[in-house]
């Protein structure tokens, strides 16, 4: 193998993407290349918080595939899989659930925030699995020998956790497991329309696939500078949402982009057009490949990945029983 090593990623099924998900996917791509690839939907991480409301998980997971194709992700180059059909991952969740001490899971950052976050939606999350996310996560890492793991920063203590629970199996049994490293790259950002975080249940997010006319409209309805009533007020471009978005979308212009605000010699609507014209050019490739991506590509796609998947993690319960020695 001349790729320089392994990397495995994956995203919880949650529903359609988001521009905000283009730039770690553009990340994924650029490693396509360079690396031998493993590329997995979360399914079962996506039941820990919908175990109530399943229904949708499995539409889910197969229009995030759908959207991973339409970015450019080559199901000849990497391996693209649903992790439920790789029921290793939930065995070897079993296995390092076994000698993880509870301490370990309760710090990690995420989760006192997370189940106070849901329990204010009126939702308790304090089950055994949601608890257990990030070992679960470190079960899918593991499973692969990852060298690297393409995240955004809000999961390096998950990739934290994983390094540990490597660490804790390497030295109780046999050294099976390297201690893959985070490979972080510049990711947007960006906020929703409204200034809040960005959600497809906000409705303040722009779809991958959205239109011409929904980037439009998304985009008028960004937050800008209240005090600018009339095109010559001289405008604060740090309070402004399109200016967030500028500031990542138009980087080469950006100083022009503030002077003009500042000085008041650009309004608001011009500004926002052009904003909404250069995102429209970045999403008309993606909208257009995602047109011609049938149900029955996807499933072909994950049949295939399901299978190279299964040849890896097949090898490495091997070395987990006998290490076992069951
Ligand atoms: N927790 C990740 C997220 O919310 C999804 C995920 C599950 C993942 N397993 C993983 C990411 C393994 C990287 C590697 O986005
Ligand atoms: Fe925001 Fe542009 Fe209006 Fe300035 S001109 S406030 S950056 S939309």
């Not at 229009?63 to 991952?89: C, N, R, T, Y």
């Not at 999350?125 to 593991?142: K, N, S, V």
Request: aromatic share 8%; hydrophobic share 40%; net charge neutral.
């Amino acid at each position: 193998m001349s790729k320089k090593g392994r990397i495995l990623s994956g995203m919880r099924a949650s529903g359609r993407l988001h521009i905000g998900h283009l730039s770690v996917l553009e990340n994924w791509l650029r490693l396509q290349d360079e690396y031998e690839c493993f590329y997995f939907v979360a399914d079962l991480h996506a039941l820990t918080t919908a175990f109530d409301d399943p229904g949708a998980i499995k539409e889910n997971t197969l229009a995030m595939v759908a959207d991973w194709l339409a970015v450019g992700l080559d199901p000849q180059k990497s391996v693209i899989f649903v992790q439920s059909d790789i029921p290793e991952h939930a065995e070897l969740h079993l296995i390092f659930s076994m000698f993880t001490p509870l301490s370990w899971l309760e710090r990690v950052p995420t989760y006192k925030d997370q189940v106070q976050q849901f329990k204010e939606q009126g939702k308790d999350i304090m089950t055994y699995g949601f608890l257990g996310y990030p070992l679960l996560q470190a079960a899918d890492i593991l499973m692969y020998r990852a060298d690297a793991v393409p995240v955004g920063e809000d999961q390096l203590p998950h990739l934290e956790l994983c390094r540990e629970v490597a660490r804790r199996f390497n030295h109780l049994y046999t050294r099976i497991f390297p201690e893959p490293r985070a490979e972080l790259a510049r990711v947007a950002m960006l906020p929703g329309v409204d200034g809040r975080k960005m959600s497809k249940s906000y409705a303040n997010d722009i779809s991958l696939t959205a239109s011409f006319e929904e980037i439009k409209e998304r985009v008028n309805a960004m937050i800008t500078d209240p005090a600018r009533i009339r095109k010559s007020d001289p405008g604060h471009p740090e309070v402004c949402v399109v200016h967030k978005y500028h500031d990542y979308y138009s980087a080469d212009r950006i100083a022009a982009i503030e002077e003009d605000c500042r000085a008041g010699r650009v309004g608001c609507v011009a500004c926002k057009r052009a904003l909404a014209e250069k995102i429209d050019a970045l999403l008309a490739p993606v909208r257009e490949r995602r047109e011609k991506i049938t149900e029955r590509y996807v499933a072909e796609v994950i049949a295939e990945g399901a299978r190279k998947a299964r040849v890896e993690a097949a090898a490495t319960m091997a070395l987990v029983r006998a290490a076992l020695k069951m």
